[in-house]
T-cell receptor, first 116, second 118 residues
Framework: NAGVTQTPKFQVLKTGQSMTLQCAQD?????MSWYRQDPGMGLRLIHY???????DQGEVPNGYNVSRSTTEDFPLRLLSAAPSQTSVYFC???????????????FGAGSRLTVL | AQKITQTQPGMFVQEKEAVTLDCTYD???????LFWYKQPSSGEMIFLIY??????QNATEGRYSLNFQKARKSANLVISASQLGDSAMYFC???????????????FGTGTQLKVEL
């Protein structure tokens, strides 16, 4: 049981390049999301999905696209990378989209992106 | 206004001592959840403990307990008998009752870096 798998772990891009961060979970989780972590700012929500075919914006969505064609996969696309997108990116999933109980978010190991 | 405030950027504690990491939150929603996550230097996010706003008792998980003071809107993490392996960044987070379709969204604080010393 792999949990939440993110690839790549490290990536260096030049300004203006595009790329996709991959996220896959094998827990049949309904809910998936992407966060970015910057020094001194904690984790901030970029986009999330409450099920296949359904996505929505979080707190900091600009410059990012997502899609959810399957339950398992939730890729994050950077359309035209900027130095401000240098960050550590985390994918997280939970069994349910809802509020009942803890419904703990399980995080991937993170992807460190540097934009030059 | 910040929804989650962690006022201690860094903390030191001696091994085997207890330590309290502070967290205050701001919400007008009567139904919410509070979480603590640990992030060691390796970078992964590890769930520690959860407290629901309607839970009557403070949550406990092994050496971790959550000191939940609802009227003060605080949710402090207490680590008893600190170990060297507890050295890490600790994040407090809140989930407010989502509106329809809102999903399982967490708002995180800025974290507290804990260093356990011999």
């Amino acid at each position: 049981n792999a949990g939440v798998t993110q690839t790549p772990k490290f990536q260096v891009l030049k300004t203006g390049q595009s790329m996709t961060l991959q996220c896959a979970q094998d827990m049949n989780h309904e809910y998936m999301s992407w966060y970015r972590q910057d020094p001194g700012m904690g984790l901030r929500l970029i986009h999330y999905s409450v099920g296949a075919g359904i996505t929505d914006q979080g707190e900091v969505p600009n410059g990012y696209n997502v899609s959810r064609s399957t339950t398992e996969d939730f890729p994050l696309r950077l359309l035209s990378a900027a130095p401000s997108q240098t960050s550590v990116y985390f994918c997280a999933s939970s069994y349910s989209r809802g509020f009942g109980g803890a419904n703990v978010l399980t995080f991937g190991a993170g992807s460190r992106l540097t934009v030059l | 206004a910040q929804k989650i405030t962690q006022t201690q950027p860094g903390m030191f504690v001696q091994e085997k001592e207890a330590v309290t990491l502070d967290c205050t939150y701001d919400t007008s929603d009567p139904s919410y959840g509070l979480f603590w996550y640990k992030q060691p230097s390796s970078g992964e996010m590890i769930f520690l403990i959860y407290q629901g706003s309607y839970d009557q008792q403070n949550a406990t998980e092994g050496r971790y307990s959550l000191n939940f003071q609802k009227a003060r809107k605080s949710a402090n993490l207490v680590i008893s008998a600190s170990q060297l392996g507890d050295s890490a960044m600790y994040f407090c987070a809140m989930r407010e009752n989502p509106h329809a379709g809102g999903g399982n969204k967490l708002t995180f604080g800025t974290g507290t870096q804990l260093k356990v010393e011999l």
